[in-house]
């Protein structure tokens, strides 16, 4: 059964372009989404929360429907430094009791 | 700066042997947790806690055993290690906000 799923690309994209990437997941009640940013041999680090209403962090814009149930994450003029493979949690019970991952999207900005 | 903290950072074991992994945190979070990372599967949640003396199944618990005397530690151990587990295994906290925070990971090798 798969909770949360993801394209695992990998994305190749031009630096300056525009991507955007889904995530969706299975659990209707689900309460908490995050997408976290992770580079090769390194954790995972929290790269913005999404909200209900969307939201937006300088180049990042988040997006919630959960009548479709996904997220997505919009990335705009995309910098090299961007490359990363990046993971979309829900917290699946609603409580606090961990996020279910993504098993993410591989992201390459191209020179 | 508050922190998160694992240790080792790489260990090889063999078979059978008894392998503990610290995860040590000055955030003052109540709720810790630990995960494993494999390819193709990504994320996976082993056990968490909710506070001291709190300790509670993951995902994929089994091989795996955790305490909680005190607020700062979570150690993980594997009682006799198996191959299966060899792995990237990430602490992590999370305030009750619900975003998880994570140390850099212990690779281990179990032959």
């Known amino acids: 059964r798969k909770e949360v799923e993801q394209d695992p690309g990998p994305f190749n994209v031009p630096e300056g372009a525009t991507v955007a990437f889904n995530c969706t997941y299975s659990?209707?009640?689900?309460?908490?989404f995050f997408w976290y940013r992770q580079d090769c041999r390194k954790e995972p680090k929290l790269l913005m929360s999404?909200?209900?209403s969307g939201n937006e962090d300088g180049r990042f814009t988040a997006q919630l429907n959960r009548a479709s149930q996904y997220i997505s994450l919009l990335i705009r003029d995309s910098k090299l430094s961007d490359s990363a493979t990046y993971l979309c949690?829900?917290?699946?019970?609603?409580?606090?009791?961990?996020?279910?991952f993504g098993k993410g999207t591989h992201l390459i900005i191209q020179p | 700066d508050a922190e998160i903290t694992q240790s080792p950072r790489h260990k090889i074991t063999e078979t059978g042997r008894q392998v503990t992994l610290a995860c040590h945190q000055t955030?003052?979070?109540?709720?810790m947790f630990w995960y494993r990372q494999d390819l193709g599967h990504g994320l996976r949640l082993i056990h968490y806690?909710?506070?001291?003396?709190?300790?509670n199944k993951g995902e994929v618990s089994d091989g795996y055993s955790v305490s909680r005397s005190n607020t700062e530690d979570l150690p993980l151990t594997l009682e006799s290690a198996a191959s299966s587990q060899t792995s990237v295994y990430f602490c992590a906290t999370s305030p009750n906000t619900g975003e998880l925070f994570f140390g850099e990971g212990s690779r281990l090798t179990v032959l």
């Open positions: 806690s909710y506070g001291v003396q709190d300790t």
């Open positions: 999404v909200y209900s």
């Open positions: 949690a829900v917290n699946m019970g609603g409580g606090a009791d961990g996020l279910t």
């Open positions: 955030w003052n979070h109540n709720n």
């Open positions: 659990n209707s009640a689900s309460q908490s």
